[in-house]
């Protein structure tokens, strides 16, 4: 345990991903870029579910919203991405502190139920209101970052577009994973833990339960906007599909497969995920057949998810390597 | 230091707390008590703000606290533990107590500091009064249902409180517990001069350590005084001493 522990594993798989357009092809950086993305996504949604206690069916919600939000401010407003990028972020928190306001107010199923009930209110919208969003069609060609001035430079010159957007979203990602783990880490974190623990007794010690799941609700909805943000650019378009309930549901798999438990779980789930899908899709058409057989294995074998299953099996190594 | 009056609460009809009163002085140890279904756990309900009376009035030392969430009345200074053990299940000893500094000394709005070394000496002061100091890093939900109950009170502390109620803090526990347990409170107690109330089940606790009783019996009080009248007093022995003979 304490060997691998003592691996900087996180500072390793940042270093790789750097790497990834060096040495594999335009497809893998292609992948990675994808992942990043979902990472964050599923990361942010992870505040909600494995550190709050609050599932939610409707997380894809902010997610589109961050992706309309940076699409229409850089291809319609022509403004540049430093703007149109943190935008995502507080207009779908803006959002998410609107409709979290009627969420947290039911428990449970109901309060799920909820948060699927405004997504998809959110899905009819970016689908149905033609003159902002384009509705069904979609609103294609968002425009890169400008990297003119990036390229410019001596030394980091000369890669394409395409991978100077993977650079800049591994370091926007690197930044709002490290700020996530540092809110997780913090006395705020801890009283959504308690939250989650004892809501009854969190209340006994001083915790204004509903305020806090608000405040969780907020941020987690933010951090999903900045995610879309960066996604309406890297699908080159956005789409009205960004908040339909599908994507809710797919990062919601991610993050139960990777582990809800864990800080990094759902940024696993990710890569294992859209990892998997890429492979086992050139074999066969039954593709949500094998996952769902693969989610079952492991909501029953190892509740804890991949992330949850790597830890038991680090613990038990260790104790073979002491005996 | 709490005064209630005439609180009343029922549920569907059915009468649960019909028009309590009740004084505790600043510095005293006081004690409910009263058969199964008396209404001791709703009218502890409906001081600490987890119900709202129909009618009637808390003041917590001369201030009106009737009807304010749980969250409020913990921080004007109102601590309390529960009949059902009732703790942070997977959150570590140390933790369990930590996080009722952080919510008490209103740190909860931090989103930057690192957590684990906030408070640490109070919570390990807490810990260490309590006899669970070295069991700080275990996970709370695997310890013993004595020491949970034991850790309740140490959450309860935590908060700081200036009045403790404490519900049936000796539930489920055998013989040799309840008396360590009741001896702890009774020292805490006087250590950092809390004003205490607690129901019991345990009639021999309650007199050792109660300067007033209550009797409840179908949510109305039937005796109140010092634990020498309430034994004296024959409405007492007939509806409640006189069941357990």
């Given amino acids: 345990m304490t060997a691998l522990t003592r691996v900087p594993w996180i500072a390793l798989v940042l270093i790789a991903a750097f790497f990834v357009p060096v040495v594999g092809s335009r497809f893998y950086t292609f992948l990675a870029n994808d992942i990043a993305i979902w990472a964050l996504?599923?990361?942010?949604?992870?505040?909600?579910?494995?550190?709050?206690?609050?599932?939610?069916?409707g997380h894809a919600a902010y997610f589109g919203i961050g992706a309309y939000t940076t699409g229409l401010l850089m291809k319609k407003a022509g403004l540049s991405f430093l703007l149109a990028f943190p935008a995502a972020g507080v207009l779908a928190g803006a959002f998410a502190l609107v409709f979290g306001f009627f969420c947290v107010r039911l428990t449970r199923i109901y309060f799920a139920m909820l948060t699927l009930a405004f997504a998809q209110i959110v899905w009819a919208i970016c689908f149905k209101w033609n003159e902002v969003t384009g509705g069904e069609q979609g609103?294609?060609?968002?425009?890169?970052?400008?990297?003119?001035?990036?390229?410019?430079?001596?030394?980091?010159?000369?890669?394409?577009?395409?991978?100077?957007?993977?650079?800049?979203?591994?370091?926007?990602?690197?930044?709002?994973?490290?700020?996530?783990?540092?809110?997780?880490?913090?006395?705020?974190?801890r009283m959504?833990?308690?939250?989650?623990?004892?809501?009854?007794?969190?209340?006994?010690?001083?915790?204004?339960?509903?305020?806090?799941?608000?405040?969780?609700?907020?941020?987690?909805?933010?951090?999903?906007?900045?995610?879309?943000?960066?996604?309406?650019?890297?699908?080159?378009?956005?789409?009205?599909?960004?908040?339909?309930w599908t994507k809710s549901?797919?990062?919601?798999?991610?993050?139960?497969?990777?582990?809800?438990?864990?800080?990094?779980?759902?940024?696993?789930?990710?890569?294992?995920?859209?990892?998997?899908?890429?492979?086992?899709?050139?074999?066969?058409?039954?593709?949500?057949?094998?996952?769902?057989?693969?989610?079952?294995?492991?909501?029953?074998?190892?509740?804890?998810?991949?992330?949850?299953?790597?830890?038991?099996?680090?613990?038990?190594?260790?104790?073979?390597?002491?005996? | 230091m709490l005064e209630v009056r005439d609180v009343r609460k029922s549920f569907d009809g059915f009468l649960a707390v019909g028009g309590v009163s009740l004084r505790v002085e600043r510095g005293t140890i006081a004690a409910i008590i009263?058969?199964?279904?008396?209404?001791?756990?709703?009218?502890?309900?409906?001081?600490?703000?987890?119900?709202?009376?129909?009618?009637?009035?808390?003041?917590?030392?001369?201030?009106?606290?009737?009807?304010?969430?749980?969250?409020?009345?913990?921080?004007?200074?109102?601590?309390?533990?529960?009949?059902?053990?009732?703790?942070?299940?997977?959150?570590?000893?140390?933790?369990?107590?930590?996080?009722?500094?952080?919510?008490?000394?209103?740190?909860?709005?931090?989103?930057?500091?690192?957590?684990?070394?906030?408070?640490?000496?109070?919570?390990?002061?807490?810990?260490?009064?309590?006899?669970?100091?070295?069991?700080?890093?275990?996970v709370s939900g695997f310890l013993s249902h004595g020491a949970?109950?034991?850790?309740?009170?140490?959450?309860?502390?935590?908060s700081e409180p200036s009045l403790l109620l404490l519900d049936e803090p000796t539930a489920g526990m055998s013989a040799t517990e309840t008396r360590e347990t009741i001896r702890l409170v009774e020292r805490i107690a006087r250590e950092r001069g809390l004003t205490l109330l607690f129901t019991e089940h345990d009639m021999e606790v309650v007199f050792s350590i109660a300067q007033r009783i209550t009797v409840l019996h179908q949510g109305r009080v039937i005796a109140e005084g010092s634990p020498a009248e309430v034994r004296a007093d024959t409405e007492v022995r007939r509806v409640y001493l006189g069941e357990r003979r």
């Avoid at chain 1, 996504?41 to 069916?57: E, I, K």
């Avoid at chain 1, 956005?238 to 339909?244: E, Q």
């Avoid at chain 2, 949970?148 to 935590?158: D, F, T, V, W």
């Fill in chain 1, 139 to 189: 609103m294609p060609e968002i425009p890169y970052p400008d990297f003119d001035r990036v390229a410019a430079l001596p030394l980091i010159g000369g890669w394409r577009t395409a991978e100077y957007f993977y650079f800049l979203t591994l370091l926007l990602v690197a930044l709002c994973l490290w700020l996530l783990r540092r809110i997780v880490g913090s006395p705020f974190g």
């Fill in chain 2, 148 to 158: 949970q109950k034991q850790l309740e009170l140490g959450i309860a502390l935590a």
């Fill in chain 2, 34 to 138: 009263g058969p199964n279904g008396a209404g001791k756990t709703t009218f502890f309900n409906l001081v600490t703000g987890h119900l709202r009376p129909d009618a009637g009035a808390v003041m917590l030392e001369g201030r009106d606290i009737t009807g304010l969430p749980p969250h409020d009345v913990c921080r004007l200074g109102m601590g309390r533990s529960f009949q059902r053990t009732n703790i942070f299940p997977k959150l570590t000893v140390y933790q369990n107590v930590q996080a009722a500094f952080l919510s008490h000394r209103g740190r909860g709005a931090d989103l930057w500091s690192r957590v684990e070394r906030l408070y640490r000496d109070e919570t390990e002061g807490v810990l260490r009064s309590l006899g669970l100091l070295e069991r700080a890093g275990e």
């Fill in chain 1, 249 to 323: 549901s797919e990062v919601l798999i991610m993050t139960l497969l990777g582990g809800m438990g864990t800080f990094y779980g759902p940024a696993l789930g990710a890569f294992v995920l859209i990892l998997l899908n890429q492979q086992i899709v050139s074999y066969t058409e039954y593709w949500p057949f094998v996952l769902g057989v693969i989610l079952v294995v492991l909501l029953f074998v190892f509740p804890g998810g991949l992330a949850g299953a790597a830890q038991a099996t680090a613990r038990l190594w260790a104790r073979r390597q002491r005996a």
């Fill in chain 1, 192 to 244: 959504l833990t308690t939250v989650r623990e004892n809501a009854e007794r969190a209340e006994f010690i001083g915790v204004n339960v509903r305020r806090y799941e608000l405040a969780a609700f907020v941020l987690a909805g933010a951090f999903a906007g900045l995610a879309g943000g960066l996604f309406g650019i890297f699908n080159r378009g956005v789409f009205p599909d960004f908040a339909y």
């Fill in chain 1, 41 to 57: 996504f599923a990361t942010s949604l992870n505040l909600l579910v494995g550190v709050t206690g609050l599932v939610s069916f």
